[in-house]
């Protein structure tokens, strides 16, 4: 092959690869930003806001526990840095003080409970599995005691998406809070709660899951699944969820700031419920290791 032959397939092998390069480019981006914008169907719910005194202190106990504030919105739920890392995604969580007044009681629950922001897109990184579990009462509560909170000026909302970002949204890698929800699962709320191992059921799925996985088996290489109970004593379990020292007085990165910050607000019962419903799983995993 001459010289010339050979530039000209070179030229023409570049041109190829920028051709695909580009329309690789195109698929994750118009395919990512299906994923966003396409519009979801659930059903508007409607709840009854409680207006008395233990009702409200009953909904910011439980808002602090689910993170609206002192923690993924911020420390007055003004909205806070979320994700900055370049090349998938800059994130800021909403100033709740804003956004709530916008929506309506059963648009609220609609997101908190599927996912679903008030134009129909997906949410992204709101733990909608968790809230999906909560009877109508408790997140009647939280959502009353969050829109009794005045309006803060927060940060800018920022809803930026990378390549590496767009490419997990379009694989699934990066669910979207409407996937991550199983709308056949049997709501927990709806379970029977009189004994302390179903009543730790349900402090235990809409507590834990926005760490530990929706099955609490947790996220390989991030967090361990909830089975690790078994090496906890009730007294050192109780230290862990009020002070977030774990056992051997051992700090344990996230698990020991949500100690710190969210667990202190479970009632004694909800955390002895909570171990007993622990520890039945462990057992249950012994059971059918034999």
């Known amino acids: 092959m001459r010289g010339r032959d050979i530039g000209r397939v070179a030229a023409w092998v570049v041109a190829a690869g920028a051709t695909a390069a580009v329309i690789a480019v195109a698929v994750v981006y118009a395919g990512s930003e299906y994923v966003l914008r396409r519009k979801h169907e659930a059903p508007y719910e409607a709840v009854v806001l409680p207006t008395d005194a233990a009702a409200l202190e009953h909904g910011r106990r439980r808002a602090l526990i689910v993170g609206c504030y002192n923690s993924c919105h911020g420390r007055y739920a003004e909205g806070q840095s979320w994700i900055d890392e370049p090349g998938v995604a800059r994130l800021f969580t909403p100033n709740l003080t804003q956004l709530i007044p916008t929506y309506s009681d059963a648009e609220l629950v609609r997101l908190l409970r599927y996912g679903i922001r008030r134009d129909g897109t997906t949410a992204i990184d709101m733990p909608s599995y968790m809230f999906y579990h909560l009877s109508d009462s408790d997140l009647a509560s939280v959502i009353a005691y969050m829109r009794s909170l005045p309006p803060r000026a927060g940060p800018q909302r920022i809803r930026e998406?990378?390549?590496?970002?767009?490419?997990?949204?379009?694989?699934?890698?990066?669910?979207?809070?409407?996937?991550?929800?199983?709308?056949?699962?049997?709501r927990a709320a709806d379970l029977p709660r009189k004994t302390a191992i179903e009543r730790g059921h349900y402090v235990a799925v809409t507590t834990c899951p926005e760490c530990h996985g929706p099955a609490l088996e947790g996220y390989p290489g991030d967090t361990p699944p909830l089975t690790i109970i078994a090496a906890y004593s009730f007294e050192e379990f109780t230290t862990l969820m009020r002070t977030g020292v774990a056992k051997g007085g051992r700090?344990?990165?996230?698990?020991?700031?949500?100690?710190?910050?969210?667990?202190p607000n479970l009632t004694d019962e909800e955390v002895a419920d909570l171990y007993a419903y622990l520890q039945s799983r462990v057992e249950a995993g012994a059971t059918r290791q034999e």
């Open 161 to 186: 998406f990378g390549w590496r970002g767009r490419w997990r949204l379009l694989t699934g890698a990066w669910p979207t809070s409407v996937d991550d929800v199983d709308r056949a699962a049997k």
């Open 251 to 263: 700090t344990l990165g996230l698990m020991s700031e949500i100690g710190s910050i969210r667990t």
